[in-house]
Each structure stands twice: as C-alpha cells, then as structure tokens.
C-alpha cells in the first residue's frame, strides 16, 4: 500500500498535521532550514553572477540522514513538503527537494495552507504544486544581499572599533533611525507658549470649560506670559455670549485585522511584548495547542502576512458570532472590506482566529497566560473588525467676548457622548499618544442656547513648552520602519533583538536609546555608507525582493546594481574611515601622576581618559558623560575639602563617583549630587587625647566634633544624653549611628560594655518592674515613656518640650 511522507519545519506542526491526514501519510519535522551559506567563508562567488554555495547546516546532516531513509522506504511514492507559506518557507522547501531528489524516487510537491485546520489542510492535498523558483530566488537575494553587507564591512568595524561587531543591512538602517530620534532630542530647542481657558457657568449646570481658539478670525500664538496678561486685560469685566452650538453625528470605524506589524505593536502597548515574544507566541498558537479530547488544533491563521483579507467562510462565522453575542443591531449591512497596502503580498489571509466561534473563555484551561492573552487580542480584534461603527453626538460651542481693544475673541469647548457602541463593545486600539478623540470624551458640556449671555467664573492662563520628539519603542519602530518601507515585519523581530544583543541600544523605560558604541558605529558606517544605509534605499531594495517575487526582475541583476555601488564605497571605507581605535582627543586634564597631558580614548568599555604617557604610566580616568546633567555639573572645578586638592570621576561598583586626586595619603570620596562638604569650624575646646583644638566636621551623617590633629589622633567626641549606662554603671549612653545610617543608643565603654537600646533611655525607674531606664517612644498619641521590659507593661505620656510647645503655638496661631 502506497504511502506519503510529509515533511514540515516543526514537531508541533508535524503532531497537528499528521493528526488531520491520517495512517496513510508519515509527518517528519526539518526543524527550520536544512542548508545555508557556510559561516567559515563568504560562499557568493560575485565573479559568476553572485552564485551562493549552500552546504547542509551543522547538526542537521543526522537529521537528513533520517529524511533521506524515509524517502527511500518502501511504499513511499509521494513526498509533500509543507513549509510555512512564505519566501523562507519555499526556500526551505527548495533545498529539500534538492537534497531528497534522487532517480525513480518519489515525485516531491509543494502544499502550503495559511491555517492549520482539517479543512484547510485537506484542501491543500487535493492542489499541491511545484516549488515556485521566483519565491526561492527573492529569498535567497536578500541572504546573499546580508552576507554581502556582513561579512565586507564587519571585519571593518573589528579593525576601526573591536572585534565582535556586526553590519546588517537593515539592522543598521533601524540602528540609524534611532540614533537620528536621539540627535534629533538633543538639538531640540524647546518653546514656551501659554493657553487661556475659561469658566463660565450656563442656566444649568455642569461648568462650561472652553479654550481661546481665534482672535478676530485668526488662531493666536500666545509665546510669552506678558502676551497672556495682555489678553486677560482687554478681557476684564466683558460679557460671554454663545455664538453658536452645532450638533453633529460622529463615526468612528473598526479597524482591520491584525497584519504582523500591526499585532507586533498593538502587543506591545496593551500587553508589554516584546516583538520577539509576540512572534514566538504566534507561531505557537498557528502550529497548534491540545485541547484535551480534540488533541493538536491551530487556533490562528498564519502569523507572517501584510494582508488583510479575510475568506468568506471566516465572514460568514463570524458575522452569526456578532448576532449571537452582541444582537443583530452589530452586524453590518454588508461585510466590512480593508485596504491592504500597495506592496502587500496578497497570498495570505489577515491574521485571525481559524473559528471565531472558539472564544478565548473556552481556552481558558488549554492556554498558557500569554498565550491566552495573545489570542484574546487576536479574537477580539477579528471581531470588531466586522462590526458595525461606534456613533457619538458631537458638539461644539463657541462663545464670543468682544474685548476692550475692539477685537473679537472666541472660546471653544467640544464634547462627544457615545450614543451607540458598535465595535467598542469588543475592542479599542491602543495608541501611542492621546488624542483629541480622548479630551472630546472627557468635555462633559451644559446645555445652552445660540446668543445666551453665560456668567463668567474664572479664566485660567496656563504656559507650556513644547516637547521634542519622543524615543522609539518598540511599537513605535516597528511602525516607523513599515512606514518607510524597511525590511519586512517577519524580520523586525530579529532586527529589535539584534541591535540590542550588540548592544548598539540599550532599553530604558521601554523606550530605545542608543548607547555610545552605537552612535560610533552608525557614524562610521554612515561616513562610507551612507548611500547603502539610506531608509529610501534599504525601501527600494524591499520593492525589487518583491519583483523578484513576481517573476518581474531577475536576481542576479538586482545585486549587480547593489555590489557596483557598494564595492565603491568598500573601497572608499578601506583607506577613509576613520581608525577609532588610534584616535585620540586632546583634554585639558594633565596626569595626576606623571604631569603629562591626557586624552580621551576608545576602549572594549567605551571612550575613557588615558595619559600620554603610556605605557610608562597607565593612569585612566572616567570620561565625565555628555548628556548627563549631573556629571557635567560635577565635572567643573570641584576640589576636595579636607586637603584642597582637585577631585576627579571614578567609577566603582556602585557607579560614579568624585575622588580626590590626593589619594592614597587623602582618600576623601563623594557622591555625585552630594553638596561640596564644609570646610572644618575650629572651636575653643581642647582635645583630651593630644591637646590640640577640637574641629566641626561634615560627615556623610551629619555634623561631628573630633581632633583637628586627625588622622595622627582619632579622637571624636561623642554625643552623650546626660544618662549612666544602666548595664555597667561606669560608661556614659552616647548616641550612635548604624553602618545603614539608623540611629541607636550604646555605652561609651564599648566593647567592654555591650549595652544598646534603639530607643532613646530616659533615666527614670519603673515603678512596676523597678528597671533603671524607660525607653522614650513616638506614637501618633504622643511621646510616651515606656518600660524595656517586654513583660512590663508600663507606660506613661511625656510632657511636651519647650521646643514642641513653642511650634504648636506657631501653627495654631
């Protein structure tokens, strides 16, 4: 009996599948690709028309091994490969049908299915077809494009910079733009400008809240305080009519399902994704999840798409799911139709649920809680998607002052009620900013009438300043990257994840920010390269993939064009860049150890300051940061104030620091933001231990007295509180301070004596217990005067100091 093999990239893809086709049919996994370039060598021969060399991928010729075997046993007469239905896919698809092709072996095909469900994989079977070479031929472009571009200019940047660095040719363009948001943040000059919002109260209420919106037909530009006030005065004491309320229905539409780059960034505001995790949990969700008796289902559409079709049994469902849960007033006359972008490829459906008659709450013991979450997004989206729009009444009232200088003035306030929810009942889009749509919603407005005089309340003049633009997340790069046509949304994930491994950016706050070595490297790549990093050009090289795809372009002229422009530009970073490595930056410090001058240098941990007289002397010092406010305050003349020598940065394991340049015979340190600490205040009191004059000092805790003699004499005074040690009846209780900076209490004969109390001891006796001391405590009652004693209850309230009675005479009068 003749049988069929069927090879997919995953075992959880090949337990789903093989579930839905049955005895007849073996389903192995290739684990992904099976062949690729070797990483030893560049492996494109450019003189032979960019011809790759593909080798069996390390790890997987055990694996091939097997597949070829189940290609060769017997009964086998058919072999299906069944890669995921995109360019990667039908690369992976070629090589194995390369490898597994041999003489009077089994006839191959390809069947691809964009849902992995017994329909759709039934349907596959019955219309399976030769693997498209166009589709092989645009994905094997863009690999030899990226080794071209990887493996010509990284060994630039080992030799410029260190070694380890990497150039990808869109990795970088993504590096660019967030490098270009940073210069763009730092250049921002920021502008002051005021608004003037009034108060007015209607014949009912709530308060109506309008803002100055034209001054005699023209939109003001109030930049300064002085123009404010100048406005408020010609608006004393005048009257505020309503001009005009006008009324209209507003309609806000559903969006359209989830495409990748869509689903990459609404994951990211409402469920805090990464684009990578998204991916991964997508990909899970496709290939499929048991579901106790039903076993493996898929239970979304495939995950890498740019389109937003949807196939009509999916409407159909849908659309009796709407009926069914929200009523009939939710369906839409006719089904809801998206544009999908002109460079969409349109071989895919959107991404969508394989039945919407499957709702999250009956996963809920079959997911995991991201993966739950994920498709609940996916679901709810899908839903919307079909339903009909929300209706708010919007309305705008504008009201008129004539001000003493003649001018007309006009205030607005517009509010919008919901008036029928339609898809917000489902779903609302995340955003990235709030918009005029979310101040509408909050207007609440009273009712008023065309020409009804309103009573003035208040008028609120408020300043602003403008803001530069914000730094990139990562829902917000991936949408500027599909915006300027860069990569592909199946790549951002590696790319994100990329340019954070290499750590040209680092994340703080969720947003990106580009860390030193990121900015060198995309300066240095930019003096050369700036044509082949270009986001136009990254774009344009994007649209010919596609017209390799569509059989329009062939391959092999594409990177013709690429390599003559790129080999120039080789050539040009070959003698041209600039070496980071020996560059140096003249400073105006000089060594503290050898007098020399220092300069700034480039090392494995970034830019530090160095002397010039290595390797004779290696003495480095902490580059003050740029865009660190504090450092570079701290940074100006700052000297030491026990020995008046300069301080200079250092980095410890706690971060940076000012220490004194004096070190080892001074080792004053402070911390960065710390106040300069005062100089020493000599005082007429003689030390016990040497004679000479006690000083105040300035401590990290504070103010103390010790020796002015120090460090040849360590005496400090200590702060006594007038109470015998009750342990030992000969020391005196001083108070003290803990390594964490607490206060406590202890005898000054320690370590003789090893008496301690937290709180401070009140020399009084209980009379309960008869213990020596009380301890003084602060409760919200008051102060009161308790026993140490655990097992003794007594207590009894303080007077108040002179202190506490002077300052409660304050506040009360």
Same mark, same amino acid.
């Given at each position: 009996?003749?049988?069929?093999?069927?090879?997919?990239?995953?075992?959880?893809?090949?337990?789903?599948?093989?579930?839905?086709?049955?005895?007849?049919?073996?389903?192995?996994?290739?684990?992904?690709?099976?062949?690729?370039?070797?990483?030893?060598?560049?492996?494109?021969?450019?003189?032979?028309?960019?011809?790759?060399?593909?080798?069996?991928?390390?790890?997987?010729?055990?694996?091939?091994?097997?597949?070829?075997?189940?290609?060769?046993?017997?009964?086998?007469?058919?072999?299906?490969?069944?890669?995921?239905?995109?360019?990667?896919?039908?690369?992976?698809?070629?090589?194995?049908?390369?490898?597994?092709?041999?003489?009077?072996?089994?006839?191959?095909?390809?069947?691809?299915?964009?849902?992995?469900?017994?329909?759709?994989?039934?349907?596959?079977?019955?219309?399976?077809?030769?693997?498209?070479?166009?589709?092989?031929?645009?994905?094997?472009?863009?690999?030899?494009?990226?080794?071209?571009?990887?493996?010509?200019?990284?060994?630039?940047?080992?030799?410029?910079?260190?070694?380890?660095?990497?150039?990808?040719?869109?990795?970088?363009?993504?590096?660019?733009?967030?490098?270009?948001?940073?210069?763009?943040?730092?250049?921002?000059?920021?502008?002051?400008?005021?608004?003037?919002?009034?108060?007015?109260?209607?014949?009912?209420?709530?308060?109506?809240?309008?803002?100055?919106?034209?001054?005699?037909?023209?939109?003001?530009?109030?930049?300064?305080?002085?123009?404010?006030?100048?406005?408020?005065?010609?608006?004393?004491?005048?009257?505020?009519?309503?001009?005009?309320?006008?009324?209209?229905?507003?309609?806000?539409?559903?969006?359209?399902?989830?495409?990748?780059?869509?689903?990459?960034?609404?994951?990211?505001?409402?469920?805090?994704?990464?684009?990578?995790?998204?991916?991964?949990?997508?990909?899970?969700?496709?290939?499929?999840?048991?579901?106790?008796?039903?076993?493996?289902?898929?239970?979304?559409?495939?995950?890498?798409?740019?389109?937003?079709?949807?196939?009509?049994?999916?409407?159909?469902?849908?659309?009796?799911?709407?009926?069914?849960?929200?009523?009939?007033?939710?369906?839409?006359?006719?089904?809801?139709?998206?544009?999908?972008?002109?460079?969409?490829?349109?071989?895919?459906?959107?991404?969508?649920?394989?039945?919407?008659?499957?709702?999250?709450?009956?996963?809920?013991?079959?997911?995991?809680?991201?993966?739950?979450?994920?498709?609940?997004?996916?679901?709810?989206?899908?839903?919307?998607?079909?339903?009909?729009?929300?209706?708010?009444?919007?309305?705008?009232?504008?009201?008129?002052?004539?001000?003493?200088?003649?001018?007309?003035?006009?205030?607005?306030?517009?509010?919008?009620?919901?008036?029928?929810?339609?898809?917000?009942?489902?779903?609302?889009?995340?955003?990235?900013?709030?918009?005029?749509?979310?101040?509408?919603?909050?207007?609440?407005?009273?009712?008023?009438?065309?020409?009804?005089?309103?009573?003035?309340?208040?008028?609120?003049?408020?300043?602003?300043?403008?803001?530069?633009?914000?730094?990139?997340?990562?829902?917000?790069?991936?949408?500027?990257?599909?915006?300027?046509?860069?990569?592909?949304?199946?790549?951002?994930?590696?790319?994100?994840?990329?340019?954070?491994?290499?750590?040209?950016?680092?994340?703080?706050?969720?947003?990106?920010?580009?860390?030193?070595?990121?900015?060198?490297?995309?300066?240095?790549?930019?003096?050369?390269?700036?044509?082949?990093?270009?986001?136009?050009?990254?774009?344009?090289?994007?649209?010919?993939?596609?017209?390799?795809?569509?059989?329009?372009?062939?391959?092999?002229?594409?990177?013709?064009?690429?390599?003559?422009?790129?080999?120039?530009?080789?050539?040009?970073?070959?003698?041209?860049?600039?070496?980071?490595?020996?560059?140096?930056?003249?400073?105006?410090?000089?060594?503290?150890? $050898?007098?020399?001058?220092?300069?700034? =240098? #480039? /090392?494995?941990?970034?830019? !530090? +300051? &160095? *002397?010039?007289? %290595?390797?004779? @002397?290696?003495?480095?010092?902490?580059?003050?940061?740029?865009?660190?406010?504090?450092?570079?305050?701290?940074?100006?003349?700052?000297?030491?104030?026990?020995?008046?020598?300069?301080?200079?940065?250092?980095?410890?394991?706690?971060?940076?620091?000012?220490?004194?340049?004096?070190?080892?015979?001074?080792?004053?340190?402070?911390?960065?933001?710390?106040?300069?600490?005062?100089?020493?205040?000599?005082?007429?009191?003689?030390?016990?231990? $040497?004679?000479?004059?006690?000083?105040? =000092? #300035? /401590?990290?805790?504070?103010? !103390? +007295? &010790? *020796?002015?003699? %120090?460090?040849? @004499?360590?005496?400090?005074?200590?702060?006594?509180?007038?109470?015998?040690?009750?342990?030992?009846?000969?020391?005196?209780?001083?108070?003290?301070?803990?390594?964490?900076?607490?206060?406590?209490?202890?005898?000054?004969?320690?370590?003789?004596?090893?008496?301690?109390?937290?709180?401070?001891?009140?020399?009084?006796?209980?009379?309960?217990?008869?213990?020596?001391?009380?301890?003084?405590?602060?409760?919200?009652?008051?102060?009161?005067?308790?026993?140490?004693?655990?097992?003794? =209850? #007594?207590?009894?309230?303080?007077?108040?100091?002179?202190?506490?009675?002077?300052?409660?005479?304050?506040?009360?009068?």
């Amino acid at each position: 009996m003749s049988k069929s093999l069927v090879i997919v990239e995953s075992p959880a893809k090949a337990k789903t599948i093989g579930k839905y086709l049955g005895k007849d049919f073996v389903v192995k996994a290739s684990l992904g690709h099976v062949k690729d370039l070797p990483k030893k060598d560049l492996a494109v021969d450019v003189d032979k028309g960019f011809e790759p060399r593909y080798e069996v991928i390390e790890g997987k010729k055990k694996l091939m091994d097997e597949l070829r075997q189940a290609a060769k046993a017997k009964g086998v007469e058919n072999i299906y490969l069944a890669a995921d239905p995109d360019r990667e896919g039908e690369a992976i698809c070629f090589h194995l049908q390369e490898e597994l092709s041999f003489k009077g072996g089994p006839h191959i095909q390809r069947v691809m299915f964009n849902e992995i469900t017994a329909n759709a994989v039934r349907k596959a079977f019955e219309s399976p077809r030769p693997v498209k070479v166009n589709l092989v031929d645009a994905q094997q472009a863009r690999r030899v494009l990226d080794r071209l571009v990887g493996y010509k200019i990284s060994p630039l940047l080992w030799d410029k910079v260190r070694r380890g660095l990497s150039a990808g040719r869109v990795q970088t363009v993504a590096l660019r733009l967030v490098v270009d948001r940073e210069r763009e943040i730092l250049a921002f000059i920021t502008r002051e400008y005021w608004t003037i919002d009034i108060h007015l109260n209607a014949k009912k209420a709530p308060v109506l809240k309008a803002r100055l919106s034209k001054v005699s037909d023209q939109t003001p530009e109030i930049a300064s305080e002085a123009q404010s006030t100048a406005i408020l005065d010609q608006l004393k004491d005048v009257d505020y009519i309503v001009k005009s309320v006008a009324n209209r229905e507003k309609r806000r539409n559903p969006v359209p399902p989830f495409i990748t780059s869509t689903i990459q960034q609404e994951s990211a505001r409402k469920l805090r994704f990464s684009v990578k995790r998204t991916m991964m949990l997508a990909q899970q969700l496709y290939e499929g999840v048991e579901l106790g008796e039903e076993g493996a289902v898929g239970l979304i559409t495939y995950m890498r798409t740019d389109s937003t079709r949807v196939s009509d049994d999916a409407i159909t469902e849908v659309r009796e799911v709407i009926g069914q849960r929200f009523g009939p007033q939710y369906i839409p006359e006719k089904p809801n139709v998206y544009k999908t972008k002109k460079d969409a490829q349109d071989a895919h459906e959107a991404i969508r649920p394989t039945s919407a008659m499957r709702a999250p709450e009956s996963l809920t013991k079959f997911l995991a809680e991201d993966q739950m979450k994920l498709y609940r997004l996916i679901w709810m989206r899908f839903v919307a998607s079909q339903m009909n729009p929300a209706v708010f009444d919007q309305t705008t009232i504008d009201v008129s002052a004539k001000g003493k200088d003649g001018l007309d003035y006009t205030f607005r306030a517009t509010g919008s009620v919901p008036k029928f929810d339609g898809f917000l009942a489902v779903y609302e889009e995340g955003k990235d900013a709030k918009d005029e749509d979310d101040d509408e919603l909050k207007q609440k407005l009273p009712a008023v009438t065309q020409g009804e005089n309103l009573k003035f309340k208040l008028i609120e003049p408020e300043q602003h300043f403008t803001e530069p633009p914000p730094r990139f997340t990562e829902a917000t790069l991936v949408k500027q990257l599909e915006a300027d046509g860069v990569g592909r949304p199946s790549t951002y994930a590696s790319i994100l994840s990329t340019i954070q491994e290499r750590e040209y950016v680092k994340k703080e706050g969720g947003k990106f920010n580009p860390t030193e070595l990121g900015l060198i490297v995309t300066d240095l790549l930019l003096e050369c390269f700036d044509d082949i990093f270009d986001v136009k050009y990254t774009a344009k090289l994007e649209e010919q993939l596609d017209e390799i795809e569509d059989g329009k372009l062939d391959w092999r002229d594409a990177m013709q064009e690429f390599y003559e422009k790129f080999s120039l530009d080789l050539d040009r970073a070959a003698t041209q860049m600039t070496d980071i490595k020996r560059m140096e930056t003249p400073t105006d410090f000089v060594c503290d150890k $050898c007098g020399k001058p220092m300069v700034i =240098k #480039f /090392g494995k941990n970034g830019r !530090f +300051i &160095a *002397c010039t007289g %290595y390797p004779d @002397c290696k003495s480095t010092r902490e580059l003050p940061q740029a865009s660190s406010a504090e450092v570079g305050e701290q940074g100006e003349d700052e000297f030491c104030g026990n020995c008046g020598r300069g301080m200079v940065l250092k980095k410890g394991r706690f971060g940076q620091f000012l220490a004194c340049t004096g070190y080892p015979d001074c080792k004053t340190t402070k911390q960065l933001g710390d106040k300069q600490k005062g100089a020493d205040v000599p005082l007429e009191e003689d030390c016990p231990s $040497c004679s000479n004059k006690l000083v105040k =000092k #300035f /401590g990290r805790f504070g103010e !103390f +007295i &010790a *020796c002015s003699n %120090y460090p040849t @004499c360590k005496y400090v005074k200590q702060n006594t509180i007038g109470v015998n040690c009750p342990l030992c009846e000969a020391g005196d209780i001083i108070e003290r301070r803990s390594k964490r900076g607490k206060n406590f209490y202890g005898c000054n004969k320690y370590p003789e004596c090893e008496f301690v109390a937290w709180g401070k001891p009140i020399k009084e006796v209980c009379p309960d217990c008869k213990s020596p001391y009380l301890i003084e405590k602060y409760l919200k009652s008051g102060n009161w005067a308790q026993c140490p004693n655990k097992e003794c =209850k #007594f207590k009894h309230e303080l007077a108040p100091t002179l202190s506490e009675e002077a300052e409660t005479e304050t506040v009360a009068v």
